[in-house]
């Protein structure tokens, strides 16, 4: 097995999807390999919040960009990626200090100021003194996604999908699987936090360490809200929100209280 293309892609995650879809934007044959039979690993497991406006510096200018391709491939490949926007809920004066750093940097058109009646009129919770809307962030299905853009490439000339094929090795140009050598002009390695199953010497060059994400996904029968929805501990995560001085007040008294 010893197709040419120009690109092979390593990892059919949402990475080398994208990866895939760029190539194919720009008239590039390609092939992918995945050593599954789809996607199932942090593509298909995340919450599908696209984060734009709480990141910073090259983060937000990508996730800007981002934004814009994941509506198009909805569209495209048919599955939902929407614009709902973002409800922050500030229970503490210190989360609503945060809040208001960031409206004053970002601007109305990125972060509405909402009291207590608004955030409660968008999302149902309680306790809160105040929030804020991020119009600009979207939610996507992920379980749909990567199966959906898979599906959409597959069907572009000069796509090709290996699935169940494990990658034993990478050089310059050659993918070596367990069912024969693929070659390209340039290979992408996608594989997530299995690069140093495949690449050790690179991901110890990188400092990659694997950490553990716990996800819950809850039913809540008639339930539906259409923002994504975040809280204090979202403050300290994101680095628009944590750098303010509310977010490092907030960590503070949470320190001493915690």
Excluded at 200 to 206: L, Y
């Amino acid at each position: 097995m010893t197709p040419s293309s120009d690109l092979i892609v390593v990892g059919a995650g949402i990475v080398g999807l994208a990866h895939a879809v760029e190539a194919v934007a720009r008239g590039l044959s390609v092939t992918v390999v995945e050593r599954d039979e789809r996607a199932v690993g942090a593509s298909v497991r995340n919450f599908g919040h696209g984060c734009v406006t709480a990141q910073t510096g090259e983060a937000l200018a990508f996730g800007e960009r981002a934004r814009g391709t994941w509506l198009r491939m909805g569209r495209a490949a048919g599955f939902s990626a929407v614009e709902t926007g973002t409800v922050v809920v500030a229970r503490a004066a210190e989360e609503l200090a945060a809040l208001e750093e960031l409206a004053d940097e970002r601007g109305a058109d990125d972060v509405v100021l909402l009291d207590a009646a608004a955030v409660g009129g968008r999302v149902p919770v309680t306790g809160a003194l105040g929030g804020a809307f991020l119009p600009r962030d979207i939610r996507v299905d992920p379980r749909a996604a990567a199966p959906a853009i898979a599906a959409w490439l597959a069907r572009q000339p000069g796509v090709t999908f290996h699935w169940a094929t494990p990658v034993l090795g990478v050089d310059e140009g050659v993918v070596r699987t367990g069912r024969g050598e693929l070659r390209a002009d340039r290979v992408v390695v996608c594989t997530g936090h299995d690069l140093d199953r495949l690449l050790p010497e690179v991901a110890e060059e990188a400092g990659l360490q694997r950490c553990v994400l716990q996800m819950l996904q809850v039913r809540a029968p008639g339930l539906r809200i259409d923002p994504a929805v975040l809280t204090g501990s979202s403050m300290l995560r994101y680095p628009a929100l944590s750098r303010t001085a509310g977010a490092r007040a907030l960590r503070g008294r949470w320190a001493d209280e915690r």
